[in-house]
């Protein structure tokens, strides 16, 4: 259709430029404050009322030279734009100044889409025990399955499919997205779970006789409050004492918590993260994408763990690490530049024979 651009989603909420600024406390370097926000946006792709970011001058330049875009940026990008830079633009730009662009642009992002609200229904098709306590404003879809003394609280959301386990107790303002299977848990509060995802199975505690016998778990899995789990999750209850995730954790696509695992607040877990049993995690770590952790590994707080290394031994707080078995970054690069050294030099060698 003409005119039609298929990369502009609409706010429902649209702001001023001026509410913008007071939301993520902000100043506004240049543009009318009465302007309107509509949408967010990619920077290529800005048109009139786009509200995107850039963190850097070479992400400033990409900004589509459009009339009625506002962007966040910083003030070290602004100060290392040339007068060639600016001339180059047709349409001046609302600059919105903040120190953490990406961050701040997510908090409006968080205004402008606000996540879904319960419609407080309870479809005809979900089968929920009589002993089952619902709170006020829950919405539970088609093929939904809530077992004996489930507690569900306020306003929250259970999507098609969720089976809910016996005396599972799930706070307020909760989403529970489609084939999600939770038993032996306590839910906090503001959690969004995704599809897939299996959480407080039995853990993977194995008799080491020969006869494979799979231990008894009794313990639970334990959330807490503003935690995202993404999809394909599984989150093993414990053996004896209780799995936990503390608040403000997030977990990234097929990650995997063993039983008896303690992850402390605030941590950032990529894609495919596997957490061996028992291991006891501190706060604000970044796990990379395919990290994995030895059973009863400890690590302190405040780590960045680099995409594919290996946790084997105990880490101490702040460190960049990476490779297998996980060591100092610095020494992890100086052996892959040798190996390449090395093999180069075979090769050849071996040209030459």
Do not use: W
Not at 201 to 214: E, H, I
Not at 225 to 242: A, E, F, K, P
Not at 250 to 258: E, K, N, P, Q, Y
């Amino acid at each position: 259709m003409a005119g039609h651009h298929h990369h502009i989603n609409p706010s429902a909420f649209p702001m001023r430029v001026s509410e913008a600024v007071a939301i993520i406390a902000g100043e506004l370097a240049q543009g009318a404050p009465d302007a309107m926000i509509t949408h967010a946006s990619m920077l290529d792709n800005a048109t009139n009322g786009a509200m995107c970011f850039a963190e850097n001058t070479k992400s400033f330049a990409r900004i589509a030279d459009m009339a009625g875009v506002i962007c966040l940026t910083n003030q070290d990008t602004l100060d290392h734009l040339t007068d060639t830079d600016k001339a180059k633009r047709k349409h001046p730009l609302a600059i919105i100044v903040v120190d953490r662009p990406k961050d701040r642009f997510a908090v409006l992002m968080e205004t402008l889409y606000p996540a879904s609200k319960s419609n407080g229904r309870i479809h005809a098709m979900s089968a929920i025990a009589d002993d089952a306590v619902i709170g006020k404003n829950v919405q539970i879809d088609a093929f939904v399955a809530i077992a004996s003394k489930a507690v569900i609280g306020d306003n929250t959301i259970i999507k098609s499919g969720a089976v809910i386990g016996e005396n599972v107790i799930i706070g307020q303002h909760v989403l529970i997205m489609p084939q999600v299977h939770i038993e032996h848990a306590v839910i906090g509060d503001h959690v969004q779970i995704s599809p897939g995802s299996v959480i407080g199975n039995t853990g993977f505690g194995v008799s080491g006789d020969g006869q494979n016998r799979l231990a008894p778990h009794i313990g639970k899995v334990v959330i807490g409050d503003h935690c995202y789990i993404g999809s394909l999750n599984t989150i093993d209850r414990g053996m004896l004492g209780d799995t936990s995730i503390g608040a403000h954790v997030m977990t990234d696509s097929r990650c995997h918590i063993a039983h008896n695992v303690k992850i402390g607040k605030g941590n950032i877990i990529c894609a495919k993260v596997g957490f061996a049993g028992s291991v006891t995690v501190g706060e604000r770590n970044i796990f990379g994408p395919e990290v994995s952790v030895a059973s009863h590994v400890t690590i302190g707080s405040g780590n960045l763990i680099a995409s594919r290394a290996g946790a084997t031994k105990d880490i101490t707080s702040g460190h960049v690490l990476g490779g297998f078995p996980a060591g100092p970054m610095a020494d992890f690069r100086l052996q892959v530049a040798a190996l390449r050294r090395l093999a180069r030099e075979l090769k050849s060698k071996a040209g030459k024979e």
